[in-house]
Nanobody
Framework: VQLQASGGGLVQAGGSLELSCTSS????????MGWFRQAPGKERVLIAA????????FYADSVKGRFTVSRDNAKNTVYLRMKSLKPEDTAVYYC????????????????????WGQGTLVTVSS
């Protein structure tokens, strides 16, 4: 499945940004979706994930309370709403799909994800 992420950009600390990720797959509603980020010189880490129906979610501690993941299966799109952004949120953000998810599951391991978007850069200035 092809994933297209968008919405990145430059924002001041304390600001907000919303990322979108649209899938070309016909079975989007059956995929769990995740948002990862990779800062320069660091590993790619999971920051948020959502089950196929949107009922179950995961957030990394670093973004809990500031970021919200949601999805619209009718639009084949998953969103990441980010608020109270900090300079340490600066990274390339990737969306990913777990095409073999178990119903209701929220995969938290990088290797569970099968397809990846191209990444979108978020830069938070201080």
């Amino acid at each position: 499945v092809q994933l297209q992420a968008s919405g990145g950009g430059l924002v001041q600390a304390g600001g907000s940004l919303e990322l979108s990720c649209t899938s070309s797959g016909h079975r989007f509603s059956s995929y769990a979706m995740g948002w990862f980020r990779q800062a320069p010189g660091k590993e790619r880490v999971l920051i948020a994930a959502i089950s196929w129906a949107g009922r179950n979610k995961f957030y990394a501690d670093s973004v809990k309370g500031r970021f919200t993941v949601s999805r619209d299966n009718a639009k084949n799109t998953v969103y990441l709403r980010m608020k109270s952004l900090k300079p340490e949120d600066t990274a390339v953000y990737y969306c990913a799909a777990d095409e073999n998810t178990v119903s209701g599951a929220v995969p938290t391991l990088l290797q569970q994800y099968d397809s990846w978007g191209q990444g979108t850069l978020v830069t938070v200035s201080s």
